[in-house]
């Protein structure tokens, strides 16, 4: 009998979702059905492959949505995750199992309760972060309590960048994903963790300057700031009691202090918007935020405002940015600051066709064992193929895929709606994710935790 797997959304991180169910189409029996706003984007040779239906999908009209949806054995929603809620509703409706790649919203989490009552499992965060962390988190933190360990400290890492060899800028760095949510990193409230038993708070406009390095054996090192809520998962994993729980973002050495310019001048600010946006130059827009001189150019009066010299790095990275051109232009009508600096970034970071990005995840385990305090270090780096194939789609499609299958086979079937926490969920998915080279590397390294001797707090 064949089994329909319906995909709604295919944009950038689902090349290699989509090659994987087809690459499994006849051993499984499988009928991919794509549904898509713009079905004329995605690419041939999932369009046109025998087992595969690709169709116009607008997701606010209902009728089309629901005989989608009803006519599937299994949804994947690679939706914006405000959106989900539509299709989540039309899965209880017809008795659908349900995975996205997406923090689960208070609306998806409300449905709990229907879900379990018709046995249907809707797993979320199960792409790469929220996803491949959780489960390589709770692997280690598992083993640990199973040997009779104690979890005191965990830190979280995890940066989307670009592969050394595509690395030819001074930010080291290029968008593999939504350059939105880069540019609006940090945003809506101090970052929040615990650090030896002490709540600490970064403010927005500080979290930049407060950073974490990180070394990666072969890649060399890294630099983190502090996600907005270290603190969400804390009940999740079980770690109530650790002194230390800190989840951050990572990039190369350097891009924190670089990218707070852009922050002091106000550039990331998306809170108003400029009525004259539309055909602005770079030149303008870099000028809106400086004060008036009559004597005085928009680079000296930045430099003044900034304080940087003229042969200071920091300068050769504005100027790499183009931010001074005054024939350059922003298309974009009543924008905001944040889009504005996002066009501009994106005329310089986005990755050329034959470029490869490079994803990294780093994670610390603190614990006390038979009186002992012992500590474990694991990383994973994974490299991209070209810009279709990313390192990025890879990470995120290559869970939501085989959690999927998982599901339609009946090896995980626990209901409700959750994230991959469960041994009986992240098992046989991290085993086959070191198939497809994507495995963490970890070693010992000495406790780095509290001195009770120390005055440190």
Same mark, same amino acid.
């Given at each position: 009998m064949v089994r329909t797997i319906l995909v709604i959304g295919a944009g950038k991180s689902t090349s290699y979702l989509l090659d994987y169910f087809l690459k499994k189409s006849q051993s499984e029996k499988l009928r991919l059905r794509i549904g898509d706003i713009h079905p004329e984007n995605i690419p041939e040779q999932f369009a046109k492959h025998p087992h595969c239906e690709v169709f116009s999908l607008d997701i606010f009209n209902d009728e089309e949505r629901k005989n989608a949806i009803s006519d599937a054995s299994i949804v994947v929603s690679m939706l914006p995750a405000?959106?989900?809620?539509?299709? !989540?509703? &039309?899965?209880?409706?017809? /008795?659908?199992? *349900? @995975?996205?790649?997406?923090?689960?919203?208070?609306?998806?989490? !409300?449905? &709990?309760?229907?879900?379990? /009552?018709?046995? *249907? @499992?809707?797993m979320n965060e199960i792409g790469l972060d929220p996803g491949i962390d959780h489960m390589s988190a709770m692997e280690v933190i598992d083993r640990i309590r199973d040997a009779g360990g104690k979890m005191l400290l965990f830190e979280s890492f995890t940066g989307g960048l670009v592969a050394p060899e595509s690395d030819t800028n001074l930010w080291h760095y290029k968008f593999t994903w939504n350059p939105r949510n880069?540019?609006?990193?940090?945003?809506?409230?101090?970052?929040?963790?615990?650090?030896?038993?002490?709540?600490?708070?970064?403010?927005?406009?500080?979290l930049f300057r407060r950073t974490e390095f990180l070394e990666v054996d072969g890649y060399g090192t890294f630099e983190a700031y502090a996600n907005r809520d270290s603190l969400n998962y804390r009940e999740a994993y079980g770690l109530q009691d650790a002194l230390t729980l800190y989840r951050g973002t990572m990039r190369r050495v350097g891009f924190s202090k670089a990218w707070q310019m852009f922050v002091l001048l106000g550039m990331t600010d998306d809170s108003y918007t400029i009525e004259n946006s539309e055909g602005m130059s770079y030149r303008e827009f870099v000028n809106l935020f400086l004060p008036?001189?009559?004597?005085?150019?928009?680079?000296?009066?930045?430099?003044?405002?900034?304080?940087?010299?003229?042969?200071?790095?920091?300068?050769?990275?504005?100027?790499?940015?183009?931010?001074?051109?005054?024939?350059?232009?922003?298309?974009?009508?009543?924008?905001?600051?944040?889009?504005?600096?996002?066009?501009i970034l994106e005329d310089s970071w986005t990755l050329k066709e034959d470029e490869k990005d490079m994803i990294v995840m780093y994670h610390k385990f603190g614990y006390e064992i038979n009186g002992e305090k012992k500590q474990i270090d694991a990383n994973m780096v994974v490299i991209g193929e070209n810009r279709r194939f990313t390192a990025m789609s890879k990470t995120v499609g290559l869970p939501v895929a085989i959690a999927t299958l998982n599901i339609l086979n009946g090896k995980i079937t626990t209901p409700g709606v959750q994230i991959p926490i469960r041994k009986e969920v992240y098992t046989p998915i991290l085993s086959e994710l070191k198939n497809h080279g994507i495995n963490f590397k970890e070693f010992g390294v000495p406790y780095l935790g509290y001195n009770p001797d120390s005055v440190a707090g």
């Open positions: 405000s959106l989900h809620i539509k299709v !989540a509703e &039309d899965c209880i409706a017809y /008795k659908k199992h *349900l @995975v996205t790649a997406s923090y689960i919203s208070k609306e998806i989490k !409300a449905l &709990d309760e229907e879900t379990k /009552k018709n046995g *249907l @499992v809707f880069v540019v609006l990193a940090g945003q809506g409230g101090a970052a929040k963790f615990i650090q030896e038993g002490t709540y600490k708070y970064i403010p927005y406009h500080k008036y001189s009559p004597t005085d150019s928009v680079e000296l009066k930045l430099r003044h405002y900034l304080k940087i010299d003229q042969d200071d790095i920091m300068w050769g990275k504005l100027l790499e940015l183009n931010l001074f051109d005054h024939t350059k232009k922003i298309p974009l009508k009543n924008a905001s600051p944040a889009q504005m600096l996002q066009y």
